[in-house]
C-alpha cells in the first residue's frame, strides 16, 4: 500500500525534524504553508524564534490551482528532487540545494532560501539585479552541458534519458505551450476584446506549421536535462546571488526551450512594464531586460562553447566548429520558444502577473496585445534572427 498522505503543518514539523539533518531538530517548532505555484504544497519550517529554517515541499496529486478533476503523477516530486540534484552537482552555487526527497511521499526538503526574494516580484516592481539573467545563463550552460551527449558517454546518457522521462508533466506543456493557444479550447483564458488577435492566431496557417515544428522539437528532441519550466517566479535573487527552483518539468528536452522560457519570461516582463511602472521607470527596466536576454543568451553560449572546448568526450562531437553549429541551432529554437511562451502566458491557462497584474484595464489590454504580437513575431521570424543583437533590434521594431 502506498505511503502517501498529504502533510499537515503539525506533521511537516516532524518530517524536517527527522530528516533535514540539522544538529538541532527539536529547534524547528512551526510552519507555514506558502505554496503560491500552480502545483504543490510548500512549508516553511520555523524554529522557536519565528526564523524560516527549510522548507518541506510535497507534491499534490492533483493541479493544486485547479483541484482534484485535474490529476497529475506523484512521480514529479521525484523528477524534480533528482533535477536538482543532478544539476546541483554540476552547478551548486546557482541550484537550490536539496537535503533529503521521498518519492513514496514525494516529499523533498530543501535549503531555506528567505534571504532571497523571487525574481518575478522584483521585476514587477522595476528592481533590478545586475548580475541575474548572466547567472540564469551560466546556470543554463553548465546544467544543460554536462547533462548532454557532449560530456555524458552515449550509453549514460541514454540511462539518464530513461530515469528522467516525464510523460504527464510534458503533456501539460505540450497543450499548454504548443496546442491548446491555436485552437479553441475551455482553458484559454482571455478577455473578449482580445478575441480578434486569437482567432488571427489560430488561422494563421504559416505561424501554425512553425508552431508545429517547435511541438515536434519538443517531443523528439532529448538533448540535454530540462529544468523544463524556467521562469521569473523559479528563480530566487539576491544581491550578487541566484538559485534555481521548482524543476518538476525536468525532462531530456531540446536545450533552446529552457533558454526560450527564460527569455519569454524577461519579455512578458518587457511588454508589461508600462501597465506597471510610471513612464520613466518603465522606459529602463525596458532597456534592462533587452540587457538581460543579451547576457543570459552570452553567459550561456559563451559558457557553453568553454566546457565543450574543454570537456567533450565524444571524438566527432569534439571536431572543431561542431559545438558552435550546434548552438547556432540551439539559438533558433530558443527564439521560437521564447514567442510560443509569450502567447500561452497571454491567453492560454497560465497567465503572469507581468499582465495580469497591470490594475488599468486598457493599458492591461495594450501590453497584452503587444506580448501577443511579439510573440508571433518570434516563432515566425526565428530562423531569420541570427543572433542576440538582430534579436533585440526586432524587438525594438516590434514596440
Ligand atoms: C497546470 S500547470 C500550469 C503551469 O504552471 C507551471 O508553472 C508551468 O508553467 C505550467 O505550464
Ligand atoms: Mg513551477
Redesign the pocket.
Known amino acids: 500500500m502506498s505511503k502517501y498522505h498529504t502533510l499537515t503543518a503539525a506533521g511537516a514539523v516532524d518530517y524536517a525534524r527527522q530528516y533535514a539533518g540539522l544538529s538541532d531538530p527539536q529547534s524547528l517548532v512551526d510552519a507555514q504553508e506558502v505554496g503560491d505555484?500552480?502545483?504543490n504544497l510548500v512549508f516553511k519550517i520555523l524554529d522557536s524564534q519565528g526564523i524560516s529554517r527549510i522548507i518541506v515541499k510535497q507534491a499534490l496529486p492533483y493541479?493544486r490551482c485547479v483541484g482534484e478533476s485535474w490529476p497529475l503523477t506523484l512521480d514529479r516530486a521525484r523528477i524534480e528532487a533528482q533535477t536538482l540534484l543532478v544539476h546541483g552537482q554540476y552547478c551548486p552555487q546557482h541550484t537550490v540545494r536539496i537535503l533529503h526527497h521521498d518519492p513514496q511521499l514525494a516529499v523533498m526538503i530543501q535549503e531555506d532560501l528567505s534571504d532571497h526574494v523571487i525574481w518575478r516580484r522584483e521585476l514587477l516592481l522595476g528592481v533590478h539585479y545586475p548580475q541575474a539573467a548572466r547567472q540564469l545563463g551560466e546556470y543554463l550552460a553548465q546544467a544543460l552541458f554536462h547533462t548532454s551527449d557532449f560530456f555524458l558517454s552515449a550509453q549514460r546518457k541514454k540511462a539518464q534519458v530513461a530515469r528522467f522521462l516525464n510523460p504527464e508533466m510534458c503533456q501539460?506543456?505540450e497543450d499548454?505551450f504548443f496546442t491548446e493557444p491555436y485552437q479553441i479550447h475551455e482553458r484559454n483564458a482571455y478577455p473578449p476584446a482580445l478575441e480578434p488577435e486569437v482567432t488571427a492566431l489560430r488561422v494563421d496557417r504559416s505561424l501554425n506549421l512553425a508552431v508545429a515544428g517547435l511541438k515536434h522539437r519538443f517531443l523528439s528532441q532529448a538533448e540535454a536535462l530540462l529544468h523544463g519550466?524556467i521562469?521569473s517566479g523559479s528563480v530566487f535573487v539576491a544581491n550578487g546571488r541566484l538559485k534555481v527552483i521548482d524543476a518538476e518539468?525536468g525532462f531530456y528536452g531540446p536545450m533552446g526551450f529552457d533558454i526560450g522560457t527564460a527569455m519569454g519570461n524577461l519579455l512578458l516582463n518587457y511588454c508589461g512594464l508600462p501597465g506597471l511602472l510610471a513612464l520613466r521607470e518603465a522606459a529602463s527596466g525596458r532597456e534592462q531586460r533587452l540587457r538581460d536576454i543579451r547576457e543570459l543568451w552570452l553567459a550561456f553560449s559563451e559558457g557553453f562553447l568553454a566546457l565543450a572546448a574543454e570537456k567533450t568526450t565524444d571524438a566527432m562531437l569534439a571536431t572543431p566548429g561542431y559545438a558552435h553549429q550546434f548552438l547556432l541551432g540551439v539559438w533558433r529554437d530558443a527564439v521560437g520558444f521564447c514567442g510560443t511562451e509569450l502567447i500561452r502566458r497571454t491567453m492560454g491557462?497560465?497567465h503572469v502577473a507581468d499582465l495580469d497584474g497591470i490594475g488599468d484595464d486598457v493599458m492591461r489590454l495594450d501590453c497584452q496585445r503587444h506580448a501577443l504580437s511579439m510573440g508571433n513575431m518570434l516563432i515566425i521570424a526565428a530562423p531569420h534572427i541570427s543572433d542576440v543583437d538582430a534579436l533585440i533590434a526586432r524587438i525594438r521594431q516590434n514596440g
Request: avoid cysteine; hydrophobic fraction near 60%; aromatic fraction near 16%.
Open positions: 505555484g500552480n502545483l493541479v501539460i506543456t499548454l519550466d521562469h518539468f491557462f497560465a
